[in-house]
């Protein structure tokens, strides 16, 4: 399947007139860590792949676009990565707390930490709990410096306070979005019938037959995906958020809930 792609790669890089170079050119088996593990060094299977007599180099990760993707998908790198950085900002603001007001702290939280959350989070904030704890924290003790408040402050409040949702709701807001472009047909062609309705299933007259099929899967990669959550997000929002009349609107109702469970 890798060597499949790579060879359809080639044929779209000759027709365009493009050429690849061998030398600053790597590759990357995606799976489970179970696939994968199969051709490491000390695997029982051995994979390589030569670009004009260059031997390509096996990676476990890379940067595209500016967000860290690893072999299985897990994100954690990607985490790691715009964690220490959104660390390092919120300090800065922690030394800056005691001699600006509060307003230009809340502008620097917006400018310094919360485009790294924000930025590809549909992609990589379906990822484990454990891992978006890590961003949670940072959240927490940003409300806590902007507000000047104990370090042992709830953070529920200071969130409502400044109309902030937290990394887990963020990922929630964009996939419900994404879910609203696609019930009113605002998405690219290749969404087409990314998702089904159950009236599109069966022709029982049920209250649920405007919902969207659900779909599990044994594995848990699978089940944590856009297509597998997103029916779920919004077959749970209420008749009023889902017909809202513009996205805008849609992201202002469904944050005005979302910020409405923090006590």
């Given at each position: 399947m890798v060597i499949y792609l790579f060879i359809i790669y080639l044929l779209r890089f000759k027709a365009n007139k493009l050429s690849v170079n061998a030398s600053?050119?790597?590759?990357?088996?995606?799976?489970?860590?179970?696939?994968?593990?199969?051709?490491d060094d000390d695997g029982n299977e051995c994979l390589e792949i030569v670009?004009?007599?260059?031997?390509?180099?096996?990676?476990?990760s890379t940067k595209f676009l500016g967000i860290i993707i690893d072999e299985n998908t897990t994100w954690k790198q990607h985490i790691d990565a715009i964690t220490k950085t959104i660390s390092r900002n919120i300090g800065v603001m922690n030394k800056l707390k005691q001699v600006i007001p509060e307003r230009i702290l809340y502008s620097l939280y917006c400018s310094l930490v919360l485009p790294y959350i924000n930025?590809?989070?549909?992609?990589?904030?379906?990822?484990?709990?454990?891992y978006l704890e890590k961003i949670l924290k940072l959240q927490?003790?940003?409300?806590?410096t902007?507000?000047?408040s104990h370090y042992r402050s709830h953070s529920g409040p200071l969130f409502a306070k400044y109309n902030i949702i937290n990394v887990f709701d963020t990922y929630n807001l964009e996939l419900g979005v994404f879910m609203f472009k696609y019930s009113a047909g605002l998405l690219p062609n290749v969404f087409d019938n990314f998702f089904i309705k159950r009236s599109e299933i069966h022709?029982?007259?049920?209250?649920?037959?405007?919902?969207?099929?659900?779909?599990?899967?044994?594995?848990?990669?699978?089940?944590?995906?856009v297509r597998t959550q997103g029916p779920i997000l919004w077959n749970s929002l209420n008749l009023n958020i889902q017909n809202s009349n513009s996205i805008k609107h849609f992201r202002n109702q469904y944050k005005k809930?979302?910020?409405?469970?923090?006590k």
């Open positions: 600053k050119t790597n590759f990357m088996l995606m799976g489970t860590p179970q696939t994968t593990s199969k051709y670009l004009n007599e260059t031997k390509l180099e096996r990676v476990v930025y590809g989070i549909l992609v990589w904030g379906n990822t484990y709990k454990t927490k003790w940003a409300m806590r902007i507000s000047n022709n029982y007259q049920t209250r649920c037959k405007n919902d969207y099929n659900q779909t599990r899967h044994k594995k848990c990669f699978s089940d944590k995906s809930c979302l910020i409405s469970n923090y």
